[in-house]
């Protein structure tokens, strides 16, 4: 089992910036990659940002790309997501989550074997 716990949400202005982080335990070693989803009410959960556990290569939904950027400190187990100048509809909840497996579906939710609960991030306009 892999345990993810996010923190860094929170109320921001529009043009404005957040850091999130997920921190992972238990058995990292059988995790490939670690994605950030985000989703807003009404919405599908959308993934925002991937990034390969060891490889560290990446990709981005078009919708961010050029303002956040994935990273991982692989010492501390943790991934992060740097958001800058947000827009109101980057509001959502957004969850990290856990990839055991290559494969060809890195973009869909139902590909993760393990999820965090969640942080909120609101932008306001």
């Known amino acids: 089992q892999v345990q993810l716990i996010e923190s860094g949400g929170g109320l921001v202005q529009a043009g404005g910036s957040l850091r999130l982080s997920c921190a992972a335990s238990g058995r990292t070693f059988s995790i490939y990659a670690m994605g950030w989803f985000r989703q807003a009410p009404g919405k599908e959960r959308e993934l925002v940002a991937r990034?390969?556990?060891?490889?560290?290569?990446?990709l981005y939904a078009d919708s961010v790309k050029g303002r956040f950027a994935i990273s991982i400190d692989r010492a501390k187990n943790t991934v992060y997501l740097q958001m800058n100048s947000l827009k109101p509809e980057d509001t959502a909840v957004y969850h990290c989550?856990?990839?055991?497996?290559?494969?060809?579906?890195?973009?869909?939710?139902?590909?993760?074997?393990?999820w965090g609960q969640g942080t909120q991030v609101t932008v306001s306009s």
């Open positions: 990034i390969a556990w060891s490889a560290g290569s990446t």
């Open positions: 989550a856990a990839d055991r497996n290559l494969g060809p579906y890195a973009r869909m939710a139902g590909s993760y074997d393990y």
